[in-house]
């Protein structure tokens, strides 16, 4: 009898690491988003990305900042390619900006967030 408990006990305990390797059978990254998709939340603008500079969502809009549109269209799967796109955001959120800044600003609701322009070397 004790035995069979004891293989009971044994096959419960290894079906339960089983059940603990992957999420709907997708590879996750350490941004919790799937591999293959797009990690970090970006928006199109004049025709440059601008990236989430990661310093919260309840900011408050610095001075200068005017409203200038929102999202239109967002893709996960690739970085935007045509201006009011973007991945890892939601369609309709408000984007201001400034004309002396090289950040943008994404409205949530609790605040708004920094997205900074793409750096490109030459």
């Known amino acids: 009898m004790k035995k069979i408990i004891a293989i009971t006990l044994t096959i ?3 079906l339960g690491l089983v059940g603990c390797n992957k999420t709907n059978g997708e590879d996750l990254t350490p941004t919790g988003y799937p591999s ?3 990690q970090r939340q970006q928006v199109m603008y004049n025709g440059v990305i601008y ?3 990661a310093n919260g969502f309840d900011s408050p809009l610095p001075d200068g900042y005017e409203l200038v549109g929102d999202v ?3 893709d ?9 796109c973007g991945s890892r955001v939601d369609v309709g959120q408000e984007i201001y900006a400034s004309d002396n ?3 943008i600003y994404l409205k949530y609701e609790s605040g708004y967030a920094e997205f900074r322009a793409k750096v ?3």
């Open 51 to 53: 990236y989430y500079a």
């Open 120 to 122: 490109t070397s030459q």
């Open 36 to 38: 293959g998709q797009v």
């Open 72 to 74: 239109k269209e967002v």
């Open 12 to 14: 419960v305990c290894l």
């Open 76 to 84: 996960n799967d690739k970085e935007p390619s045509v201006d009011w």
């Open 101 to 103: 800044s090289s950040s």
